[in-house]
């Protein structure tokens, strides 16, 4: 399949690009299109067979539930049994954004998009190429990330078309996205509004409006569960190479960690921030150490954490060590993402001595 390409022009409506791309999506096809959060990979969401051609050029197990895409707010109505207190108040205070709704559906969601359950997720998003190409389209987009299911979420077209050139039908160019990681998703279906993924709108910002909000326990990593929202239960955002996650007083560990991975003879990535990166400025001039730093923030390290992770990829080393980061604010996205990424491999330091979550034996380089 030859995968057709438009190159989207800021301050402009791009009106034939998107008469294109959205007259793909009405013959059933599959079009890669840029969102604040990463690229989606978007058909039309009332239409099961042009869903199941999302599964099939990720890659992704039927049981994942997709996220319907809207460019209005009222376009949600249709696509339920009806809106709670709770979903109306979030709805009015963080729409358009980065937070996607689980709602119940109506009978015009297709099993597909829902992986079966009776809820389904829906969002409107901010980014103005988003909201014009989905007019265009004139349906409800359903859209996962647009990347081989599993790899890191891709953050540009270059990335996207890494991944998908050939396997879908066409592809929006917007540019970098600005958050970087995926929607916060939050369950309304419960009496309490509950954060099955963390993402751009943080729990402190959900509980000054909403007062009680919980965090799912699955975020910890229970795979014996049914996903109500996509990313819950599969290892996702991960490199090729092993990555190991430090955690807490354990990053102190990190640059003696890495001396003895580098001894063993080991080409090692470090993803860390700035104080780190300039401990191990020098060490990295004579190994094989490749250093990613994402700079001074948490909020630089949201927008650059998949681009990254695919870097690693494109450098190959054997071994990928990453340091951790508060999990208040956005820490909590980047550290849901990392740890999935890390498949919870979690390097913690307990009584002195590091320790491996979830597992009695750490690598040979870990061992002290």
């Known amino acids: 399949m030859q995968t057709s390409y438009w190159k989207l022009q800021k301050n402009s409506e791009n009106k034939e690009a998107m008469e294109q791309a959205a007259a793909l999506i009405k013959a059933g096809e599959v079009v890669s299109f840029p969102t604040e959060t990463v690229y989606g990979l978007g058909a039309d969401g009332l239409n099961q067979t042009a869903v199941a051609k999302i599964f099939a ?180 955002y991960a490199p090729k190479a092993p990555v190991y996650l430090f955690e807490g007083e354990a990053c102190q560990k990190l640059p003696e960690v890495i001396a003895k991975a580098l001894a063993a003879g080991k080409t090692v990535g470090v993803l860390c921030g700035r104080a780190l990166e300039r401990e191990l400025a020098e060490l990295a001039e004579e190994q094989q150490l490749q250093l990613a730093c994402w700079g001074d923030s948490r909020e630089q390290l949201a927008a650059d954490l998949f681009y990254l992770l695919r870097d690693f990829d494109r450098t190959q080393p054997d071994v990928i060590l990453a340091e951790g980061v508060d999990e208040s604010g956005i820490g909590l996205a980047i550290m849901n993402r990392l740890r999935k990424a890390a498949g919870y491999q979690l390097i913690t330091l307990q009584n002195g001595s590091l320790h491996l979550k979830n597992s009695a034996t750490l690598p040979e380089f870990m061992i002290q």
């Not at 209005?72 to 109505?77: L, M, P, R």
């Not at 790899?151 to 600005?178: F, H, W, Y």
């Not at 109500?228 to 996702?236: F, L, Q, S, T």
């Open 57 to 236: 050029a990720k890659g992704r197990p039927n049981d994942n539930p997709l996220i319907l895409h809207i460019a209005q707010k009222e376009a949600i109505t249709p696509l339920t049994t009806g809106l709670n207190a709770n979903a109306q108040k979030l709805i009015e205070h963080f729409w358009p954004g980065p937070l996607t709704l689980i709602v119940n559906k109506s009978s015009i969601v297709p099993d597909a998009v829902s992986a079966g359950l009776e809820t389904v997720a829906v969002r409107f998003p901010s980014n103005k190429f988003a909201q014009d190409f989905i007019r265009a389209c004139g349906c409800p987009i359903a859209a996962p990330s647009a990347n081989i299911s599993g790899r890191p979420s891709p953050t540009n077209a270059q990335d996207v078309l890494e991944d998908m050139q050939g396997k879908i039908a066409g592809m929006l160019d917007g540019g970098s996205c600005g958050i970087g990681l995926e929607s916060t998703v939050v369950d309304t279906t419960e009496p309490v509004p509950t954060i099955l993924r963390p993402g751009g709108i943080t729990y402190e910002m959900l509980t000054e409006v909403m007062g009680a909000v919980e965090i799912d326990p699955a975020l910890q990593g229970d795979k014996n569960f049914k996903p109500k929202a996509p990313g819950m239960k599969y290892r996702h």
